[in-house]
T-cell receptor
Framework: GQQLNQSPQSMFIQEGEDVSMNCTSS?????WLWYKQDPGEGPVLLIA?????ELTSNGRLTAQFGITRKDSFLNISASIPSDVGIYFC??????????FGTGTRLKVLA | NAGVMQNPRHLVRRRGQEARLRCSPM?????VYWYRQLPEEGLKFMVY????????ESGMPKERFSAEFPKEGPSILRIQQVVRGDSAAYFC???????????FGDGTRLSIL
């Protein structure tokens, strides 16, 4: 079945640093989504990407739809303590079923 | 609040009892998805429903689990004769159309004693 590999699995960074994470697949996807999940809550949609090569920003967050359509990247600039959480990518495999990655756990050291 | 509403937020059941989890989609959304999440893991697809129809239940165990999304009222995920292994967080998401970005509720955390 389709699988999404997210890396890194977890990361500790200093406040103010930039963060990069990625998601790779063995299959082609038509849509990529990035979510953030805080403890005890549901995932919140951050960015949606619909075309290969697309680069989209949401505040300090920037995500890119890889040209091969098998990967996507999320960058967070100038991290702050509230950026802590789990970041999930999701790829649309087919017409309706999103496949979710295993998450990148981000911890920010003040 | 026009977001996806799930209740209860926490549910405790003894082995052998039934668990009923409810999900009201966002206003204007007629597509509902249920996912299961274990601690430190990602979201696993269970079932996809539109009003009165189950479109894809490939991720849902064949026994003890069922889901519905009636014409009126919330979507229900039902687990009969619960076992310890059913303990998890169950999330519901909705979208306006299939394939569009899904918006999630805050989940129901099911604990089996």
């Amino acid at each position: 079945g389709q699988q999404l590999n997210q890396s890194p699995q977890s990361m500790f960074i200093q406040e103010g640093e930039d963060v990069s994470m990625n998601c790779t697949s063995s299959s082609i996807f038509n849509t990529w989504l990035w979510y953030k999940q805080d403890p005890g809550e549901g995932p919140v949609l951050l960015i949606a990407l619909y075309k290969a090569g697309e680069l989209t920003s949401n505040g300090r967050l920037t995500a890119q739809f890889g040209i091969t359509r098998k990967d996507s990247f999320l960058n967070i600039s100038a991290s702050i303590p509230s950026d802590v959480g789990i970041y999930f990518c999701a790829g649309l495999g087919g017409t309706y079923k999103y496949i979710f990655g295993t998450g990148t756990r981000l911890k920010v050291l003040a | 609040n026009a977001g996806v509403m799930q209740n209860p937020r926490h549910l405790v059941r003894r082995r052998g009892q039934e668990a009923r989890l409810r999900c009201s989609p966002m206003k204007g959304h007629s597509h509902v998805y249920w996912y299961r999440q274990l601690p430190e893991e990602g979201l696993k697809f269970m079932v996809y429903l539109q009003k009165e129809n189950i479109i894809d239940e490939s991720g849902m165990p064949k026994e003890r689990f069922s889901a519905e999304f009636p014409k009126e009222g919330p979507s229900i995920l039902r687990i009969q004769q619960v076992v310890r292994g059913d303990s998890a967080a169950y999330f519901c998401a909705s979208s306006r159309e299939g394939g569009q970005p899904q918006h999630f509720g805050d989940g129901t955390r099911l604990s089996i004693l």
